[in-house]
């Protein structure tokens, strides 16, 4: 079993491990079986934070997997896992949030989150089909009420430390003018194609931990590339290391001191991902990925609407794409 180094988050002592597991199978939750099994075995090799999200619909498989590893003894306890959620843009609304948290809760069977993100900066209408939607759905967010929502949350225990994903700068700036308990996470895509060097300084001035989503692309997603794992650079890397593309991938994420999210339901692969703890990559080997043309897979671009809150990418995005 691989002991997964953590790392601190927000004010408390609360640590998250800096390789976790992700639960988004495309289209979403088809594979139940494989999913519970995967996790099952990845808790068995030593993973032990589990990201999952409410659109994902593999809350109940995750919470299926957790009970099934207690049951073969590959944990002792729920306390030994690290437990991600997101709440979805059809409950981002202030008097929708502690609802949709406890249903979350009651799909993973489990008494509390250890981290609750809103999932994207924006709403849609409540009270209709979660995915897909039409873009005449979409609305603006109120991140002051929802965010005042998502600090009732953990102030009631239903969640040890709440957070964001896919936040730009501007938008973490917006929230943390208002907010008594900060954020303590923005999952954000990052790889060695998109390597938010500007979002990644702010979130370290700020006391905002990075959790890397997406670091392979998310190929065999609806907006996947191929373009990380076939980059000519990384390849010529990856083979002179006598590592795997993606492994080299995962190494340049975690050097950033962040924390990373990867998913495969492979065996084979669940294990390589975790071996990129025994060796470094060398200065000169950052600096050629530093000089990496920079291309943005997930783009939001179904959140964009002639007469939504966000009329282009770079007003969804604040210019950082």
């Not at 002792?76 to 008097?95: G, V």
């Not at 989150?113 to 924006?122: A, V």
């Not at 923005?186 to 979002?199: A, D, F, H, R, T």
Request: proline share 4%; net charge negative; with cysteine.
């Amino acid at each position: 079993m691989v002991i997964i180094p953590e790392v601190s988050i927000g004010s408390s002592d609360k640590k998250i491990p800096k390789v976790g597991f992700g639960t988004a199978e495309f289209p979403f939750a088809e594979s139940a079986e494989v999913i519970t099994e995967s996790i099952v075995y990845a808790i068995k090799l030593g993973y032990r934070h589990f990201d999952t999200a409410a659109v994902y619909n593999s809350e109940k498989f995750l919470g299926d997997a957790i009970k099934e590893a207690l049951r073969l003894g590959f944990i002792n306890s729920r306390e030994q896992l690290f437990i991600t959620s997101k709440l979805w843009c059809r409950d981002a609304h202030p008097d929708c949030v502690i609802s949709a948290l406890k249903k979350t809760l009651a799909n993973l069977k489990l008494e509390y989150l250890d981290l609750y993100l809103i999932h994207l900066p924006i709403s849609l209408i409540a009270d209709r089909q979660n995915f897909p939607f039409e873009k005449e759905e979409i609305v603006g967010m109120d991140i002051r009420v929802v965010w005042e929502a998502m600090e009732e949350c953990q102030r009631l225990g239903l969640t040890k430390s709440i957070g964001v994903s896919n936040f730009s700068c501007k938008k973490l700036q917006t929230l943390l003018n208002t907010a008594t308990i900060p954020p303590a996470v923005n999952q954000v895509e990052m790889s060695p194609l998109w390597q938010q060097k500007k979002l990644v300084d702010f979130c370290k001035e700020k006391g905002i931990h990075i959790t890397a989503y997406s670091p392979l692309g998310a190929k065999g997603t609806p907006w996947g590339t191929n373009q990380v794992l076939e980059n000519q650079v990384l390849k010529e890397i990856a083979e002179a290391k006598g590592k795997t593309v993606a492994q080299i991938c995962l190494r340049w994420v975690y050097e950033q001191g962040g924390s990373l999210l990867i998913k495969s339901f492979n065996k084979e692969r669940i294990k390589q991902n975790l071996h990129i703890f025994e060796w470094e990559l060398s200065p000169e080997e950052l600096e050629q990925i530093s000089q990496l043309p920079q291309h943005k897979a997930f783009n939001a671009s179904d959140f964009i609407h002639e007469n939504g809150p966000f009329k282009s990418l770079e007003e969804f995005w604040d210019g950082e794409i």
